[in-house]
């Protein structure tokens, strides 16, 4: 492990836990200026985690250590995550403990986690959340692999620091299977990340919650984890997004010196991302559960299409 | 039942041990193996090339363990470790009682709703005046009904026809064997 490459993946890592809130930030009060309300500091869920760490932690009488653990492996699963997705750098030591499919299945270790703990105390709310996550899940998980496997034919490696590698130092060329997989990936993001055609994060309401009902027993630390780790995970799956579809600007791992110049794209990277995703929410409306299989059912075909296309046109 | 999450754990932990250890099996029946290329790479498990696909499971639970430690004690450093226990919150509602007990039933019905055309299912719905609510779910698949069911029912006639065959007098069965004696003869000469 060289230094450079140590550093830069501490950097990355620190980079993604001080940015997740802001991402979170941004994206709502760019949601509050599209429906015309006035919106919130791009700093208030700094504010509000720094609220909830205050707070005392209230836990059911008959939790188990499973409930107070499951936070904390959430938000390590998900700083592992960010750890292994190249945002800043393609050299990162970190990044051979897992390839594309190995992410995949850190997230779903997250999601049995966050479920199991949301079923432990036996309320029926955690548990309706727990089987409408696993639902998604399910559906999510396949459409994912296929997203990341049609941009894996392209430098024929799972490893996303290859992929990342490839695409960046190749002349522009347009992929048009990788349009479809973008289409699919956006799908896929919207449904993991509890976003709103799939579901809703700022409601309460029964008929329609998935993850708030997860954590509906969650106060103080262990909530502020939690909303944590949901701000990460966005981070994470804006950062797969930009690392697939739109490599630029990311260092490579001969010229650490670029890194410099990494941060500012990242950041307007995200900025424009988090914007669309404001956006993309204040468009659409929120679907019936029994809706969600047909949406991410289009999201796997569409990526099986863009996996089809790349194989028709460069082999 | 602890022998065998263990063993599943010390599989996921050590694929690369695991896969030299299974190679003269794959070597003796394909004519090749993973363990030279697996050994090559040490800790992680890379089939091919470390830039193709890699996985080190060891670094994965570590890189996990420490940031749950890291974060345990990042936020009892910085703030406290206060805990109340109490009623579960359940959004307000503390009549619970066992009959809305949740069962696996809820993970397998939206499983079940979505791949419906694929299955035959019969519902037993219970109602809301029920003394004694049952549920009671049946899941057949069609490929019985359109596959097996009529090589049985096509094997069953088959059998009734012998067993009538086998239902006969000596003078019948007699019958049967010179019939067949002319018709060979018969063929024989041609």
């Given at each position: 492990m060289s230094f450079t490459g140590f550093l830069s993946q501490l950097i990355e890592i620190v980079i993604a836990v001080a940015l997740a809130p802001l991402l979170t930030g941004w994206v709502n009060q760019c949601h509050a200026w599209l429906q015309n309300k006035s919106a919130p500091a791009l700093w208030q869920p700094y504010r509000m985690l720094h609220k909830l760490f205050n707070k005392?932690?209230?836990?059911?009488d008959h939790a188990s250590r499973l409930f107070r653990a499951a936070p904390y492996v959430m938000f390590g699963c998900m700083v592992l995550a960010c750890a292994i997705i190249p945002t800043l750098s393609t050299d990162l030591?970190?990044?051979?403990?897992?390839?594309?499919?190995?992410?995949?299945?850190?997230?779903?270790?997250?999601?049995?986690?966050?479920?199991?703990?949301?079923?432990?105390?036996?309320?029926?709310?955690?548990?309706?959340?727990?089987?409408?996550?696993m639902l998604i899940g399910f559906l999510a998980e396949p459409a994912l692999l296929m997203v990341l496997f049609s941009a894996s034919l392209i430098s024929q490696s799972t490893s996303l620091t290859t992929i990342v590698e490839t695409l960046v130092h190749r002349e522009l060329t347009i992929y048009p299977g990788l349009a479809f997989a973008g289409v699919a990936f956006t799908m896929v993001s919207l449904?993991?990340?509890?976003?709103?055609?799939?579901?809703?994060?700022?409601?309460?309401?029964?008929?329609?919650?998935?993850?708030?009902?997860?954590?509906?027993?969650?106060s103080g630390r262990h909530l502020a984890l939690l909303e944590w780790a949901a701000s990460l995970k966005l981070f994470a799956y804006s950062c797969i997004g930009l690392a697939l579809f739109f490599p630029w600007g990311v260092a490579g791992a001969q010229a650490p010196v670029t890194m410099l110049l990494a941060l500012p794209a990242l950041v307007f990277k995200l900025a424009i991302g988090g914007f669309l995703l404001a956006l993309l929410e204040t468009l659409s409306a929120k679907m019936r559960i029994?809706?969600?299989?047909?949406?991410?059912?289009?999201?796997?075909?569409?990526?099986?299409?863009?996996?089809?296309?790349?194989?028709?046109?460069?082999? | 039942m602890v022998w065998l999450v263990l063993g599943?754990?010390?599989?996921?932990?050590?694929p690369v041990q695991f896969i030299q250890l299974i190679d003269p099996v794959t070597q003796q029946l394909v004519a090749s193996g993973l363990g030279a290329g697996a050994a090559a790479s040490?800790?992680?498990?890379?089939?091919?090339?470390?830039?193709?696909?890699?996985?080190?499971?060891?670094?994965?639970?570590?890189?996990?363990?420490?940031?749950?430690?890291?974060?345990?004690?990042?936020?009892?450093?910085?703030?406290?470790?206060?805990l109340r226990r109490g009623l579960p919150w359940a959004c307000g509602f503390p009549w619970a009682t066992a009959?809305?007990?949740?069962?696996?039933?809820?993970?397998?019905?939206?499983?079940?709703?979505?791949?419906?055309?694929?299955?035959?299912?019969?519902?037993?719905?219970?109602?809301?005046?029920?003394?004694?609510?049952?549920?009671?779910?049946?899941?057949?698949?069609?490929?019985?009904?359109?596959?097996?069911v009529p090589i049985v029912d096509l094997t069953n006639?088959?059998?009734?026809?012998?067993?009538?065959?086998?239902?006969?007098?000596?003078?019948?069965?007699?019958?049967?064997?010179?019939?067949?004696?002319?018709?060979?003869?018969?063929?024989?000469?041609?």
């Amino acid at each position: 492990m060289s230094f450079t490459g140590f550093l830069s993946q501490l950097i990355e890592i620190v980079i993604a836990v001080a940015l997740a809130p802001l991402l979170t930030g941004w994206v709502n009060q760019c949601h509050a200026w599209l429906q015309n309300k006035s919106a919130p500091a791009l700093w208030q869920p700094y504010r509000m985690l720094h609220k909830l760490f205050n707070k005392e932690s209230v836990v059911a009488d008959h939790a188990s250590r499973l409930f107070r653990a499951a936070p904390y492996v959430m938000f390590g699963c998900m700083v592992l995550a960010c750890a292994i997705i190249p945002t800043l750098s393609t050299d990162l030591p970190l990044a051979p403990a897992a390839d594309a499919i190995a992410l995949v299945g850190l997230f779903a270790l997250a999601r049995v986690f966050i479920s199991l703990a949301a079923m432990d105390i036996g309320t029926v709310f955690g548990s309706m959340g727990a089987r409408r996550e696993m639902l998604i899940g399910f559906l999510a998980e396949p459409a994912l692999l296929m997203v990341l496997f049609s941009a894996s034919l392209i430098s024929q490696s799972t490893s996303l620091t290859t992929i990342v590698e490839t695409l960046v130092h190749r002349e522009l060329t347009i992929y048009p299977g990788l349009a479809f997989a973008g289409v699919a990936f956006t799908m896929v993001s919207l449904a993991e990340n509890a976003r709103v055609p799939v579901d809703n994060p700022a409601t309460h309401l029964e008929l329609t919650m998935i993850h708030e009902a997860l954590i509906l027993e969650y106060s103080g630390r262990h909530l502020a984890l939690l909303e944590w780790a949901a701000s990460l995970k966005l981070f994470a799956y804006s950062c797969i997004g930009l690392a697939l579809f739109f490599p630029w600007g990311v260092a490579g791992a001969q010229a650490p010196v670029t890194m410099l110049l990494a941060l500012p794209a990242l950041v307007f990277k995200l900025a424009i991302g988090g914007f669309l995703l404001a956006l993309l929410e204040t468009l659409s409306a929120k679907m019936r559960i029994f809706r969600v299989p047909e949406f991410l059912g289009t999201a796997f075909l569409l990526a099986v299409i863009g996996m089809l296309v790349e194989l028709l046109l460069n082999h | 039942m602890v022998w065998l999450v263990l063993g599943c754990v010390a599989l996921g932990l050590l694929p690369v041990q695991f896969i030299q250890l299974i190679d003269p099996v794959t070597q003796q029946l394909v004519a090749s193996g993973l363990g030279a290329g697996a050994a090559a790479s040490g800790w992680l498990l890379a089939p091919n090339s470390l830039a193709q696909a890699s996985y080190g499971p060891v670094i994965f639970l570590l890189g996990i363990l420490a940031s749950f430690a890291l974060a345990y004690l990042l936020v009892r450093m910085f703030y406290h470790g206060r805990l109340r226990r109490g009623l579960p919150w359940a959004c307000g509602f503390p009549w619970a009682t066992a009959r809305m007990q949740d069962t696996a039933e809820g993970f397998g019905q939206p499983i079940r709703q979505i791949f419906d055309p694929f299955f035959r299912m019969r519902r037993e719905l219970p109602t809301s005046l029920d003394e004694q609510p049952r549920y009671r779910v049946t899941i057949e698949d069609h490929f019985w009904y359109w596959l097996y069911v009529p090589i049985v029912d096509l094997t069953n006639y088959l059998a009734r026809l012998f067993a009538t065959m086998q239902q006969g007098r000596i003078s019948v069965y007699l019958l049967y064997s010179f019939v067949t004696l002319v018709a060979t003869l018969l063929l024989v000469m041609q």
